[in-house]
């Protein structure tokens, strides 16, 4: 569905015939892409999670839009280059889920200035821009998503 209404705001084409090729078109997507979210077949629903979801988000982009403005500020500074010392950051997550962990390193890549380079089981391996980026790892961020996504098994 939210995929069906995705295409629709990008198409502008509200006619019969556009719509019945937004369904197929997205019905196709779901179904070919499932296993690629849904491994296992079975989906779990809570709605704790998603309550806390819906609560993260908003702290989320707020840090997106945080770390754009010190990005920028980076990279229009004169001395750019004293300022960012790239460097690849390596830490343990208390993270137990599969679902948490992949959303605390999609969090992380959605924040300019780091990207998730890889996750193996309970161990990250990040990009960070400059020190005080690599300073803040996993820090506030992991403390939220376990808050949202892991509350009944702290």
Known sequence: MILFVFWML????FDAFHLFLGILASGAVAW???HLLFPTGTVTFKASSLLGMLLYLPWLLWQILLANLQ???IVLHPRMMELINPQI???????KTPFARV??????TLTPGTITINIDDQEFTVYA???DTAESLPGEMENRV???LEKEQQ
Do not use: H, P
């Open 10 to 13: 990008l198409s502008g084409m």
């Open 32 to 34: 070919f892409s499932a």
């Open 71 to 73: 990005v920028a500020r």
């Open 89 to 95: 950051v390596r830490f343990q997550t208390r993270l």
């Open 103 to 108: 959303t605390f390193g999609q969090s992380i």
């Open 129 to 131: 821009l400059t020190d």
């Open 146 to 148: 376990l808050a949202a």
